[in-house]
């Protein structure tokens, strides 16, 4: 099993960097699947658990420059990794100026993802920060809990307003209540209500299209985002 | 003592407090001829910090203000909770204080420390203090094979790629390269964390100088308080080391001030975790000065830290309790203390079981007193200079510690992983002559804060002595 990229374009650096510290936030481990055209970041959650799962796939060519794997056998090209994105987080926060990125797959004491930043420096020779992050290789029998989710049969989908706004909104309501309501229709409406014992309160959107495939689910809500580079899913099961 | 701060001096000056309190829970105040020393120590006496701020530094600079009679100038302590919150928020003080006015009265038993802020506003605050000896730790920089010099702004770089919470980093130096690497002890973490190593070319700093390769390890949270002064006022700073085991010292050397952090460094050569290179030869360590040999002198100087001395370094620093152990060498000075062998304790450190935690300071008074346990402390790192003043035995010793190799502090194994627990990990503190000659010593090399505690000490050091502190 060997992997080893690297990345150039600090340009690419930055994008990369906000996809990690998202999952980051989200959860304390995660899988990243390397296969020889993508970069997968699964979180799994039991989605039956009510755990929260996410799966956020990026093409390496867009931020990559060289990529080389070898993956677990020649007939299964892809490598498995289980791993504290809160490191590469880290790891990625201190090469933001740096020259070039190298990541590659190694064993130190343990199976360890190494990142060498060669950040510039006052003297001829710059830089290298070495940051070896600790993983582990997840045995291909396990390999199944990391597929890509398929898109279940939906009732209702909506294409969310600005997500600026909905931030707000949501921020606003979180110090109000746990549990959020979510109602859409496909006239493009969409209702975010939270109710407590002393207040209910109740954010209309109107006017929302409606993509042709579905995004809400009577018990799952799929969010999906997509960006140039990168397509991130987020799976939040319903309470009720 | 008396003294007044003006305007952004204040700030400064509670920006040394600030990185004082990162070292230790109490402040030693100790007023000089040579200026104010603060000083602070951690509680496992392994690091230790200085800022001295020379008279040129104050408004007015008085060591005797007019009530008081000439004597010696009181030396106390103070508890860091006490004094930090006075200097809490540096922003605010910037924006209003104009003036501070410290002075210690003996009639009431306080440090009054006074803030003369705008719109006629001023503050009193009256901090009660223990009177107590000076705290110094002597290091020799001129004796250290290994000299860097960098500016602020370059290691404060270096310390951002590590983790806030990381306690303890490797310095690793050769000619060609500098490696600084984050240290995990535990076994059990190992697998979990994350492993941060940078690598710089000697090129990046201002002065580099490396005797011998080397690589030790520190304690980085102790440091980060200095380092953010120095980045705050741009100051180079000097970092002073040896192989491991011995200190580290970093300085930095601004006119009217100057800062010290002394910091015990791992000794691995005993240790050898699997990351590390291998071991290399432990030499004899020499007794520091002023350390008479163990038989002779149940007392002998040994105070430490105002007699804190906390029982988990008592079991690890275990000195010979009764006579000189065979075979033995003797430092060839006038008073012929025991060369410290560490392998000889070696053993005893595995035998010892887990360290209580460390009692609260017993009351000053106490501090004379000899105890079995001060005896033991003469195995370990931390030194205070005795109450009266040094017998001319001792004089003549300093005299002779000059010709002599400095002496290291007693290195302990660092070893015994199952037994130490991480705070009570072994350290070395270094000891040395009081004084020191720097006649060519490299140019970065800055001045010891080695002083005597008490005017006659600073009067027989001045005998024949160029005191570098002075320029």
Redesign the interface.
């Known amino acids: 099993m060997k992997f080893r990229s690297k990345m150039i374009d600090v340009g690419c650096l930055n994008p990369f960097t906000r996809v990690v510290n998202t999952i980051a936030k989200l959860n304390k481990t995660c899988v990243l699947r390397l296969t020889p055209d993508n970069l997968y970041f699964v979180l799994s959650g039991k989605v039956s658990n009510g755990g929260v799962s996410m799966w956020c796939e990026l093409l390496q060519v867009n931020f990559f420059d060289e990529y080389q794997i070898e993956g677990v056998s020649p007939d299964a090209n892809e490598i498995c990794l289980e791993l504290a994105p809160e490191?590469i987080s880290?790891?990625l926060k201190?090469a933001q100026n740096a020259k070039s990125v190298k990541i590659k797959l190694t064993k130190?004491?343990?199976p360890?993802l190494t990142l060498a930043a060669e950040l510039p420096?006052?003297?001829?020779?710059s830089?290298?920060?070495?940051?070896?992050?600790?993983v582990d290789v997840i045995p291909r029998r396990m390999w199944h809990d990391f597929k890509e989710p398929s898109m279940p049969d939906f009732d209702v989908s909506v294409y969310l307003p600005h997500l600026k706004l909905m931030k707000n909104i949501v921020d606003r309501m979180k110090n109000l209540s746990n549990y959020l309501v979510i109602e859409a229709n496909l006239s493009g409406e969409m209702n975010l209500k939270i109710e407590t014992d002393l207040v209910a309160v109740t954010t209309h959107f109107k006017d929302l299209g409606n993509p042709p495939w579905d995004i809400v689910h009577k018990r799952i809500v799929h969010l999906i985002l997509l960006h140039e580079d990168v397509s991130l899913q987020y799976f939040i099961p319903a309470v009720a | 003592m008396k003294c007044a701060i003006e305007g952004s001096n204040v700030k400064a000056f509670g920006k040394a407090v600030h990185a004082l309190s990162r070292i230790g829970e109490d402040l030693w105040l100790d007023p000089l001829e040579k200026g104010l020393a603060l000083r602070a120590v951690n509680s496992a006496h392994s690091a230790y910090a200085c800022f001295l701020f020379s008279p040129l530094f104050f408004q007015l600079y008085s060591l005797h203000p007019g009530t008081q009679s000439p004597g010696t100038p009181i030396k106390c302590k103070l508890a860091m909770k006490s004094v930090l919150p006075l200097f809490r928020c540096l922003a605010t003080i910037e924006r209003n204080v104009d003036r501070c006015e410290i002075s210690i009265s003996t009639e009431e038993s306080r440090v009054i420390c006074q803030f003369y802020c705008r719109h006629g506003i001023t503050k009193t605050h009256n901090l009660s203090y223990q009177e107590s000896e000076a705290l110094q730790a002597v290091f020799p920089t001129n004796l250290c094979p290994n000299v860097l010099k960098a500016q602020a702004k370059?290691l404060g770089d270096i310390v951002?790629?590590f983790?806030a919470s990381q306690e303890e980093i490797t310095l690793a130096v050769s000619p060609v390269r500098v490696i600084l690497k984050n240290y995990y002890e535990e076994e059990s973490d190992?697998?979990?964390?994350?492993?941060?190593?940078?690598?710089?070319?000697?090129?990046?700093f201002d002065y580099f100088q490396v005797g011998v390769d080397s690589h030790i390890t520190f304690c980085l949270k102790e440091l980060r308080g200095l380092l953010s002064f120095a980045e705050s006022h741009s100051l180079p700073v000097c970092v002073h080391f040896g192989s491991s085991g011995k200190p580290v010292s970093f300085s930095l050397d601004d006119m009217p001030l100057t800062a010290t952090v002394v910091l015990a460094t791992l000794d691995e050569d005993a240790s050898a975790p699997?990351?590390q290179t291998a071991p290399s030869q432990i030499g004899p360590v020499h007794r520091c000065v002023g350390a008479p040999s163990v038989p002779t002198s149940p007392r002998g100087t040994l105070e430490c830290g105002g007699g804190e001395k906390e029982p988990e370094e008592e079991n690890l620093h275990v000195a010979p309790q009764g006579g000189p152990v065979p075979g033995e060498e003797r430092v060839l000075s006038s008073q012929a203390s025991p060369v410290f062998s560490p392998a000889l304790y070696l053993r005893k450190l595995l035998e010892l079981p887990k360290p209580p935690p460390p009692p609260s300071s017993p009351p000053q008074e106490q501090r004379v007193a000899a105890t079995p346990n001060m005896e033991a402390e003469e195995a370990c790192a931390w030194h205070l200079p005795m109450a009266p003043p040094l017998t001319h035995a001792q004089t003549t010793l300093i005299e002779d510690m000059e010709t002599e190799p400095v002496c290291a502090a007693p290195k302990m194994a660092a070893s015994s992983m199952p037994v130490t627990p991480p705070t009570a990990k072994v350290r070395a503190l270094l000891f040395g002559a009081l004084c020191e000659q720097n006649p060519d010593a490299s140019p970065s090399a800055l001045p010891s804060l080695a002083c005597a505690s008490d005017t006659e000490d600073d009067t027989a050091d001045d005998r024949g002595q160029t005191r570098t502190t002075e320029e």
């Open positions: 490191n880290r790891a201190t130190k004491h343990c360890c420096s006052l003297s001829s020779v830089r290298v920060v070495t940051h070896d992050i600790p | 370059l951002r790629h983790p190992r697998a979990k964390v994350m492993y941060t190593e940078m690598s710089l070319h000697p090129d990046e699997p990351s």
